[in-house]
Every structure is written in structure tokens, then in C-alpha cells.
């Protein structure tokens, strides 16, 4: 007989997921939401991903800490994640920053905002508990992390991720031993240190923690009482524990989700408009590294009612056509040219419009006769018939948001002006 197989520490977790920042580098697609609510994939949220990852690794409850414009990602959740059930020992708790401390006090830190909801989160009875942000694009199962954690004896584990020194000063660094134990624990350090054998890797933080949670509530506590403290993981918590503690790294390679025989690891930070739009272009490619059609570890989201994608027109020079693109439901292309581009729900694209390299979010309507190249166009935009972009950079970056690469950001209100 076989021996049982151990039960999943999955369902002995919480996860509270940190959803509250802006995203600023994001500039004007942040204007109306926070980051973690910001469309991906063609029918997705940049937070569905952690969520999805929650619920796919068998967590079954939730917790989401909101604060930066919060009612778009708000309302996204209580529509799209509200199918938990109490009676399933489920719960999915929506936590925005309510001054629950003191009456003028928001969220002042990563480690607040779970310190402030400590109550809430002690009333699930949970063992452990995974930290997690809401706002990078990646599939991982997190009960390897949680097995790893209890059979390390780990104060905390730390996610991290393999990437090349050269660009890795921008990150949390750790600097491990042999066995994976941290050693040091660098924030964004010019001179990054080495794997052990790998003398061109550094090993980043993903900003994903496991804890045993009543060790947690202590840590939070004692972070809490002091005065100097920044009250952040990042920067506070990790380097005492790293110091005072027993800080065990994860590695992602170990415990990400690859599509079939792929050995790539995919994880991304959309968190620049230029690496936001190439993330969604490279959903078009032939093979992409990110797999939206692996049914066996399915991107929760909500899911809106639409009819299918339409194209219709079939004349020489006014045919509704898409190449190497993803059309999402509620489409209309109507006699006209799509290519390598990423469409969300409800976009009307009108006849001899020609849309190229292009990710435009929901309800966008593009007027006739319009030419748009290398664009991220916000939700809702109209497109005025016979506009141009991408064709004279200079130019876009007058009338639109243009990036280093020669991606224009264009919003509602970059529009209005041009008849002003």
C-alpha cells in the first residue's frame, strides 16, 4: 500500500494580498485606478493572476488590502470573486484602508496594512499565512512554498527570483548561503552580490511571504511599537528577521507553472507602460511564454456576457480581418486591419481603420479611416475618424503620452485636447 500523501498546507493559509499602490510609473492608466486593477490579457486584471494563483494552489481563503482609488478594483472583485462560500470554510474579505488603528492613520506600509486587520485575520484560525502583491503577472503554486516553509523550520520564506546582475539594482537583493538561507538582504543595491556558483545572477524578492501567523502578529506587533520604523515588509520586517531570525529564500523556479515541456519561468513586472504593452503583445505570439489557454491552471476574472467577436466586410480595400491577434467577445471589427494586437471587451473598430502593434482596453471605438501603430489606448476612448499614430514620433509625443521605445499612451482626455 502506498503511503498517504500529506494534507495540503494550502488549506491551512490565508492569503492577504497587498492591492493599495498607485503604480505611478503606469501614469495616466493609473489616473482612475490602482495598478492591480489595471486590464491585462484581453479579459483580465493585473490582480486576478496572485488571486487565481491563491485559489489554483487550493487557498481557499482570501484577503484583499485596497487603498489608492480603490473603486474600480472594488467593484471588479465583488463581481468576480464572489463565489466563496462560508459553509465551504471559504471567505474572500475585501479590507480597505478604514483608520481601524486611529482615526488618522491609513495604510502607512506594506506591514500596516496586515498589522490593522490582525483582528480580522486571527478570526479565521489560519496556520499560515502568504503575503502576497497584487500586481505582477505570473503563475505560481504556492503550496511548494508553504512545504518548503514547514519543513525548513523558517521564520519567514521569502519568493525569489533568478535575474541577471546587470538588471537587478532595482530590486530587493538577497544574498544567500549554500543551503538557501539569507544572509543579507540588500534594498535595490548598486553593486548587486552573486547566487553561490552563479556569478551573473542576483536573486530577487518577489514580494511574496510565508509566515506562521501567530509568529507574524508578534513580528507586526513588535514593528508596530516602533517609532522608526518604515512599518514595510521590504523594508522593515525581512532585514530584522534576515538579522534576528532564520530567513529561508524560495526559489520561483522551483514552484512556477510552466506551460507543458516550456522550461522558461514566466514572471513580469507590467509596471512601466513600455513593459505593460510588451507584456500584452507578446500574448499574440505564435507560442507565448504566458499560456492563457492552460485549462489546468485557469486566470480567475470576471467574466462579462457578451456575444462573440464579429468581423465582417469583404471588399478589396475594406476587409474586417485580424492577424496573429486576440480578439476578445463583444468585438466589431468592421472592415478593418488588425495585426499583432491585443483587443479587450466591446472594442468597434470601423471600416478602413488599419490598427497595428496595438493594445487597446474596453470599449474602445475606433474611428474610420484611423491608423494606430505601437499604441496603449485606455478604456473607453473614441477615436476620432482619420487620426494617426505612430507614424512621426515626434509629433505623438505633442499630442500624446510617448514612452523611450516610441509606445503613445492615449487617454480621453489627451483626445479632448486636440480640438482645443
Not at 498546507?9 to 490602482?34: I, K, N
Not at 521569502?158 to 530587493?172: A, D, N, Q, W, Y
Not at 511571504?209 to 506587533?221: G, I, N, Q, T
Not at 505593460?276 to 507578446?282: M, V
Request: hydrophobic share 40%; aromatic share 10%.
Amino acid at each position: 500500500m502506498s503511503a498517504a500523501r500529506p494534507e495540503p498546507l494550502a488549506r491551512q493559509a490565508l492569503a492577504f494580498v497587498l492591492a493599495g499602490g498607485r503604480g505611478s510609473r503606469l501614469l495616466e492608466l493609473t489616473d482612475r485606478r490602482a495598478k492591480p486593477a489595471v486590464y491585462f490579457g484581453g479579459k483580465s486584471r493585473i490582480i486576478d493572476f496572485a488571486l487565481s494563483n491563491a485559489v489554483n494552489s487550493g487557498i481557499r481563503r482570501i484577503a484583499v488590502a485596497t487603498q489608492y482609488k480603490a473603486h474600480s478594483l472594488i467593484r471588479h472583485l465583488q463581481m468576480g470573486w464572489n463565489f466563496f462560500r462560508p459553509e465551504r470554510n471559504e471567505s474572500f474579505d475585501i479590507l480597505p484602508a478604514s483608520q481601524r488603528v486611529s482615526e488618522n492613520m491609513w495604510y502607512v506600509g506594506t506591514a500596516d496594512a496586515v498589522y490593522q486587520n490582525i483582528d480580522i485575520i486571527e478570526s479565521h484560525a489560519c496556520r499560515f499565512i502568504v503575503v502576497l502583491a497584487g500586481d505582477h503577472i505570473y503563475k505560481m503554486d504556492y503550496e511548494v512554498m508553504l512545504r518548503q516553509h514547514v519543513d525548513s523550520g523558517a521564520d519567514v520564506t521569502v519568493g525569489c527570483l533568478e535575474m541577471p546582475r546587470t538588471e537587478s539594482s532595482g530590486f530587493g537583493i538577497m544574498h544567500i548561503d549554500e543551503n538557501g538561507w539569507i544572509q543579507e538582504f540588500l534594498e535595490k543595491p548598486k553593486d548587486p552580490p552573486p547566487m553561490p556558483g552563479k556569478p551573473d545572477v542576483s536573486l530577487a524578492s518577489m514580494g511574496i511571504y510565508v509566515f506562521d501567523a501567530k509568529f507574524l502578529f508578534e513580528e507586526l506587533k513588535r514593528d508596530a511599537d516602533d517609532p522608526n520604523s518604515n512599518h514595510d515588509f521590504g523594508k522593515d520586517i525581512i532585514p530584522y528577521l534576515v538579522k534576528n531570525g532564520r530567513a529561508m529564500a524560495h526559489q520561483y523556479s522551483t514552484s512556477c507553472v510552466r506551460s507543458g515541456s516550456d522550461p522558461r519561468a514566466y514572471w513580469r513586472d507590467v509596471g512601466t507602460v513600455d513593459a505593460y504593452w510588451a507584456a500584452n503583445i507578446d500574448l499574440t505570439d505564435v507560442v507565448p511564454e504566458l499560456d492563457l489557454f492552460d485549462s489546468s491552471w485557469p486566470i480567475w476574472s470576471y467574466a462579462e456576457i457578451t456575444p462573440p467577436a464579429k468581423f465582417v466586410h469583404d471588399e478589396e480595400s475594406r476587409r474586417g480581418q485580424a492577424v496573429s491577434s486576440l480578439v476578445s467577445g463583444g468585438c466589431i471589427i468592421s472592415g478593418a486591419s488588425l495585426r499583432r494586437s491585443l483587443l479587450f471587451t466591446g472594442v468597434r473598430i470601423n471600416s478602413y481603420a488599419n490598427v497595428e502593434n496595438a493594445v487597446i482596453m474596453p470599449y474602445v471605438n475606433v474611428g474610420r479611416g484611423a491608423r494606430l501603430k505601437n499604441v496603449v489606448i485606455d478604456r473607453g476612448v473614441e477615436i476620432p475618424e482619420g487620426l494617426v499614430i505612430g507614424e512621426d514620433p515626434a509629433f505623438d509625443a505633442k499630442r500624446f503620452r510617448t514612452t523611450e521605445q516610441g509606445i503613445s499612451l492615449v487617454t480621453q482626455p489627451m483626445i479632448d485636447r486636440l480640438n482645443t
